[in-house]
């Protein structure tokens, strides 16, 4: 199986500020046939379900803010929100889709400094 | 608006079974694959099942692989998830969960989520 981490566990960053979370595979996800990285990132509010934010590593989902960004290659990803709000209050998770199982990180939770 | 709400949770005892429910609304529901996706309490995601629209793929990891089964009635725009032999480490909040990309499930990941259904296993 793939193992997902991520760092770090948990961070605090004033509003308006960038928050950065890192996730790294065991092996490489990115699938050479289609130049493509199979890494999706996902949101979970405080007693809400996870909300998917990217695809494809880099893909914002429609409707998500362009303050959040992905980016990384093969092992390495990195999920960006450029000026932190109120509302990104969440933990965030990372999942690769590259082989089965489909596994998912261990959640970066993010807070208001 | 897509919608997906589960049901059929609840408390069941160690060794029992549970049948879970997922009504889907408001999207084309036989065009795409399904997954159920569960997170332990205070714990992280765990992937436990998919099928493809049409519902002739489904796919297990170890964990799950022989007691637990995926199924769909694409008449009854509704996905189910049957578990049996339950033990404690099932207990979980079980999440549907729909495929954003197609019927297929060569590329598992999820544009929408239902709220969940708490599923306990205790004696």
């Known amino acids: 199986d793939i193992v997902m981490t991520q760092s770090p566990d948990s961070l605090a960053v004033s509003l308006g500020e960038r928050a950065t979370i890192n996730c790294k595979s065991s092996?490489?996800?990115?699938?050479?046939?289609?130049?493509?990285?199979?890494l999706a990132w996902y949101q979970q509010r405080p007693g809400q379900p996870p909300r998917l934010l990217i695809y494809?590593?880099?893909t914002r989902e429609s409707g998500v803010p362009d303050r959040f960004s992905g980016s990384g290659s093969g092992t390495d990803f990195t999920l960006t929100i450029s000026s932190l709000q109120a509302e990104d209050v969440a933990v965030y998770y990372c999942?690769?889709?590259?082989?089965?199982?489909?596994?998912f990180g261990p959640g970066t939770k993010v807070d208001i400094k | 608006e897509v919608q997906l709400l589960e049901s059929g949770g609840g408390l069941v005892q160690p060794g029992g079974s549970l049948r879970l429910s997922c009504a889907a609304s408001g999207f084309t529901f036989s065009s795409y694959a399904m997954t159920w996706v569960r997170q332990a309490p205070g714990k992280g995601l765990e992937w436990v099942s998919s099928i493809s629209g049409g519902g002739a793929g489904t796919y297990y990891p170890d964990s799950v692989n022989g007691r637990f089964t995926i199924s769909r009635d694409n008449s009854k725009n509704t996905l189910y998830l049957h578990m049996n032999s339950l033990r404690a480490d099932d207990t979980a909040v079980y999440y549907c969960a729909k495929y954003l990309t197609g019927e297929s499930v060569n590329h598992p990941f999820f544009d929408c989520w239902g709220q969940g259904t708490l599923v306990t296993v205790s004696s």
């Open positions: 999942q690769q889709y590259y082989n089965p199982p489909l596994t």
């Open positions: 494809w590593a880099s």
């Open positions: 092996q490489s996800i990115l699938y050479t046939s289609d130049n493509n990285n199979y």
